[in-house]
């Protein structure tokens, strides 16, 4: 089993910044493969960023990239997301996520096997 616990979220004006944390444990972390995604009002839940376990491989949702970063430090035991250049669509509820293998399919939830329970992101404008 593997518990995922998110913190730094919170409410930040449009055009700033916060970063998020996921701290696991329960298995060698560095080899689960880890998301965040993001649940808004009354929408889907999407996959904004993902990481290899070694962190050398990421993807990002196209609506995110060059404004998150996805991280991690292994050593710590912990997945980071940085968020820059934050606007009101960014509002949401966002997750972390962990695999235990390689799936292609890493951009659908279904595919992970542990959740963590969310922390809300809100941007006023």
């Known amino acids: 089993q593997v518990q995922l616990v998110e913190s730094g979220g919170g409410l930040v004006q449009a055009g700033g910044s916060l970063r998020l944390s996921c701290a696991a444990s329960?298995?060698?972390?560095?080899?689960?493969?880890m998301a965040w995604f993001r649940q808004a009002p009354r929408k889907e839940r999407e996959c904004v960023a993902f990481?290899?376990?070694?962190?050398?491989?990421?993807d990002y949702q196209n609506s995110v990239k060059g404004r998150f970063t996805i991280s991690r430090d292994n050593a710590k035991n912990t997945v980071y997301l940085q968020m820059n250049s934050l606007e009101p669509e960014d509002t949401a509820v966002y997750y972390c996520?962990?695999?235990?293998?390689?799936?292609?399919?890493?951009?659908?939830?279904?595919?992970?096997?542990?959740w963590g329970q969310g922390t809300q992101v809100t941007v006023s404008s």
């Open positions: 329960g298995r060698t972390f560095g080899t689960l493969y």
């Open positions: 990481v290899s376990g070694s962190g050398t491989s990421t």
């Open positions: 996520a962990a695999r235990n293998a390689w799936n292609p399919s890493y951009y659908l939830d279904d595919v992970y096997d542990y």
